[in-house]
């Protein structure tokens, strides 16, 4: 059974810096696809940035050159690093993977494993 659990989430002021964490099962700790989407309350789920087997990298048009998806493959664990942090970044923030060594294009439907989301409060 595939598990995934993030944290790090929490309250920030605008400019600030927050770490996400997504701690994965020994089942996607290697040559899987990790993820992280996010969702605003009223908004639809939005791709935020993902990563391949191989360390190929793809960000949401929003947040490049703010945010670093990495992975350590030892310890199965994906990191997201949040800087300049905006109001508009505030959203609950899910880890998902999916099963095959190259990613899909990020959208939720085809990522079928997500954890249960880690919130995240950007104040002006």
């Given at each position: 059974q595939v598990r995934l659990v993030e944290s790090g989430g929490g309250?920030?002021?605008?400019?600030g810096s927050?770490?996400?964490?997504?701690?994965?099962s020994e089942y996607t700790r290697n040559h899987v696809c990790m993820s992280w989407f996010r969702q605003a309350p009223g908004k639809e789920r939005?791709?935020?940035?993902?990563?391949?087997?191989?360390?190929?990298?793809?960000y949401a048009d929003s947040v490049k050159g703010r945010f670093?998806?990495?992975k350590d493959n030892i310890k199965g664990t994906l990191y997201l690093q949040?800087?300049?942090?905006?109001?508009?970044?505030?959203?609950?923030?899910?880890?998902?993977?999916v099963s095959t060594s190259t990613c899909p294009d990020l959208e939720w439907n085809r990522f079928?494993?997500?954890?249960q989301g880690t919130r995240v409060t950007v104040s002006s």
């Open positions: 309250s920030v002021q605008a400019g927050l770490r996400l964490t997504c701690e994965a939005e791709g935020v940035a993902s990563s391949d087997s191989d360390g190929s990298i793809t670093t998806i990495s949040m800087n300049m942090l905006k109001p508009e970044d505030s959203a609950m923030y899910y880890c998902a993977t079928p494993f997500r954890g």
